[in-house]
C-alpha cells in the first residue's frame, strides 16, 4: 500500500476526478475453513469485539446516505405519552460472546480457527491487523463488520477502543456526570494497555480486555478474555494518535463521514444505548467532540492508507481492502499435519515420555478394547479402567516434597505431600472428555476446562472451535487429556493454547490411552519440557493418518455413534 492516503469513489458511479488504486490484482474467493458441520445459531456479539447491538424497538435504521431525508433530529424525541425503552447496550462490551457474527445475509462463524503455529510450536507469522479510524458515529464498526462479512475468514477479532477508557478519579466522575469531561481527548485513553493488548493478540496469544461501563463512567470488575486470530480489526477514533500504536497497524483505513450525519448518528446512539439526554449530548459534543475532531481525529487522515468517503456505502473500497487483505492471508497460511508427517522419523523416543508399565493386566485390557469384536459395554468398562491406571500413574509423576505427620498412636511418619498449587484437568472434546471421571475419581476438587478441536475434512489440519477454561491456570499443573494422539497436530494446538494462558510447559501433562511415535515425536519435539504419558505406543500411521494397528475410532466406538466415511469430528476420529 501506498504510504499517502488513497481516497476510494464515494460510489461505483464516481466521477472521472475520483480516483482508486487498487495494489494488488483481483484474487480468487478465499474460502472458509471453518467446519462443515453446522452449529447452534446464538445472538450477535457485541460492538467492542464484534457486531454492533441492535437498536431498540422503534429506532430508526442505522443510515445509510448522506442524502437521505430520515436524518431528522425529531426523530430523537419520544412520542407524547410514550415510555423510553430499556437500554440495550450500556457496555463496551458483554462479558460471554458466541462465535459467531450475524449479517444481513449469512452467519458468520469466528471459530474454526487454523494453527497459528509452526511444526516446531512456535509462532509462525503474526495476524494481519487492521485499523480503522474516524470520527464519532462515522460508521467505523458498521465499515469493519462489511469488511468481516466479505473476508469470509473463519477467525476474526474486533477490538474496539472504547473498552481502554482510563478509570476516572472522584473528581472527573462528577465531570462526566455533568458532561464536562473531555472523552475524545487522547489522555483519555489507555495507550499503553492498549497497545500491550494489541502486540499480544498479534503474537497469537490470550488477552484480557477492560469491559467500560458508559452509565457510570467506569470499568466493570469483570474483564473479557480474548484469543489471537488470523485477522485482528481495531477500531477507534483515536486509532492513528499515537506512534507506537501506529506500528501495530499492517492496514490503516479512515472513515470520512459527514459531520452532520456523525452529530446524528451520535445522538441517537447516546441517548437510546448510553442513557443520556439530548441537551447534555449537544453541550458534549459542541464543547469536546467537534473540536477535538478538528484537532486530534481529522489530521490523522494523512496517515492512512485508504480514505473511506461515507463509510458503509462505499462498496468499492471494501473491495479493494478485501483483496489486499485476501493476498496477506494467503501468505501466512500454514501446513502442520504434513510437516509433522516427515520430521522426526527414526529417532528414539524422547525422554518425556512415560509409558505405563505392561503389565500381563494392561495388555489384557489392551486386547479387549482393541479388538473389534468387543461389546460397546466391555468397551466402555475397561477404557474407564485403563484411564483409572493412567491417571494413577501421571500423578505419581508430580512434584512431591518431604513432610512429617502424626499418627494416632501418636508416633511421627515421614511422608511425602504434593508441593504445587493446585491440579487442573483439560479434556480435548470430545472423546478427551470421558477421561474426566477418572480423573474426579482420584483428584478431589479438581477443576476442569475443555478444548474443542476439529479436524477440517477439506485441508486435514486440526481446528481450534472453543475452549472453556478455569480462570488463574498459569500455576496450575494442567493434566490435559485426549484418547489418542495421531499425528500430535490436535495436541500441539491444544498445548498451544495453554501456552498462550501462560501455563509453564513444564507444568504440561499430556495424557493419552494410546499414542503413535509421530504423535509422540511430534509434541516431544515442539515442547521438549511437555511430559508425555500413556498406556502404549505404536509404531505407524498410515497414510490418512490413522494409528497402526490402532483402537479404531474411540469416540464413535464409546459413545455409540457413527461418523461419516470422509469426516472425523476430533482427533481420535483418525485413529481408527
Request: hydrophobic share 35%; with cysteine.
Amino acid at each position: 500500500m501506498t504510504t499517502a492516503p488513497l481516497r476510494a469513489p464515494s460510489a461505483p458511479g464516481a466521477p472521472m476526478g475520483a480516483r482508486i488504486a487498487e495494489p494488488h490484482p483481483p484474487l480468487p474467493h478465499y474460502k472458509s475453513r471453518g467446519s462443515p458441520r453446522q452449529r447452534r445459531p446464538a445472538a450477535p456479539a457485541s460492538r467492542s469485539t464484534m457486531a454492533a447491538a441492535p437498536l431498540p424497538e422503534g429506532a430508526p435504521p442505522e443510515p445509510r446516505d448522506s442524502s437521505s431525508s430520515a436524518e431528522s433530529l425529531d426523530r430523537l424525541y419520544p412520542a407524547v405519552g410514550s415510555t423510553k425503552p430499556p437500554r440495550k447496550r450500556t457496555t463496551s462490551q458483554c462479558k460471554s460472546e458466541p462465535p459467531l457474527l450475524r449479517t444481513s445475509k449469512r452467519t458468520i462463524y469466528t471459530a474454526g480457527r487454523p494453527p497459528w503455529y509452526n511444526e516446531h510450536g512456535t509462532q509462525s507469522k503474526e495476524a494481519f491487523v487492521i485499523g480503522l479510524g474516524g470520527g464519532s458515529a462515522s460508521g467505523k464498526t458498521t465499515v469493519a463488520t462489511m469488511i468481516i462479512e466479505a473476508l469470509d475468514v473463519p477467525w476474526v477479532v474486533l477490538l474496539s477502543m472504547d473498552s481502554f477508557y482510563k478509570v476516572l478519579t472522584k473528581q472527573q466522575q462528577e465531570q462526566a456526570a455533568s458532561n464536562d469531561f473531555n472523552f475524545d481527548h487522547p489522555d483519555a485513553f489507555d495507550f499503553d494497555l492498549i497497545i500491550a493488548t494489541l502486540k499480544k493478540l498479534k503474537q497469537g496469544k490470550s488477552v484480557k480486555i477492560p469491559i467500560y461501563d458508559f452509565t457510570t463512567h467506569s470499568r466493570k470488575k469483570e474483564w473479557k478474555t480474548l484469543y489471537g486470530a488470523n485477522v485482528i480489526i481495531f477500531e477507534g477514533i483515536m486509532a492513528f494518535a499515537d506512534k507506537e500504536l501506529l506500528k501495530l497497524l499492517d492496514l490503516k483505513i479512515f472513515v470520512d463521514t459527514d459531520s452532520d450525519i456523525r452529530l446524528v448518528r451520535r445522538l441517537r446512539r447516546d441517548i437510546s444505548e448510553r442513557g443520556r439526554d439530548i441537551e447534555g449530548v449537544i453541550k458534549q459534543y459542541n464543547k469536546f467532540v467537534k473540536p477535538a475532531f478538528d484537532q486530534y481525529i481529522q489530521p490523522t487522515m494523512r496517515l492512512a492508507d485508504i480514505v473511506v468517503p461515507r463509510g458503509s456505502g462505499n462498496t468499492v473500497a471494501i473491495d479493494l481492502i478485501v483483496q489486499h487483505v485476501h493476498s496477506q492471508l494467503e501468505e501466512r497460511e500454514l501446513s502442520v499435519r504434513a510437516a509433522l508427517a516427515s520430521a522426526h522419523q527414526c529417532h528414539p523416543l524422547p525422554q518425556t515420555l512415560s509409558v505405563l508399565k505392561s503389565t500381563p493386566q494392561v495388555r489384557g485390557m489392551h486386547t479387549i478394547i482393541r479388538n473389534k469384536e468387543t461389546s460397546r459395554d466391555e468397551f466402555i468398562f475397561y477404557s474407564k479402567r485403563l484411564m483409572r491406571l493412567l491417571i494413577e500413574h501421571a500423578l505419581s509423576l508430580l512434584p512431591f516434597q518431604s513432610c512429617t505427620v502424626q499418627t494416632p498412636q501418636g508416633h511421627d511418619y515421614e511422608g511425602r505431600t504434593y508441593s504445587g498449587k493446585q491440579i487442573t484437568g483439560v479434556s480435548i472434546l470430545r472423546a478427551g472428555e470421558t477421561m474426566e471421571p477418572a480423573l474426579r475419581a482420584v483428584c478431589k476438587d479438581v477443576r476442569i476446562g475443555t478444548i474443542l478441536i476439529q479436524t477440517n475434512c477439506n485441508t486435514g489440519e486440526p481446528e481450534l472451535h472453543y475452549l472453556r477454561l478455569p480462570k488463574d491456570i498459569s500455576e496450575d499443573h494442567v493434566i490435559l487429556m485426549d484418547c489418542t494422539v495421531s499425528t500430535g497436530a490436535a495436541a500441539m494446538m491444544a498445548v498451544r493454547v495453554l501456552l498462550d494462558h501462560d501455563v509453564p510447559e513444564d507444568k504440561i501433562f499430556l495424557l493419552s490411552l494410546l499414542m503413535a511415535e509421530m504423535g509422540v515425536h511430534s509434541v516431544a519435539y515442539a515442547f521438549p519440557r511437555v511430559k508425555i504419558i500413556t498406556t502404549a505406543v505404536d509404531k505407524k500411521v498410515n497414510d490418512l493418518f490413522r494409528i497402526i494397528p490402532g483402537i479404531g475410532n474411540f469416540g464413535d466406538r464409546y459413545f455409540g455413534t457413527d461418523a461419516p466415511p470422509d469426516w472425523s469430528d476430533d482427533e481420535d476420529a483418525l485413529s481408527t
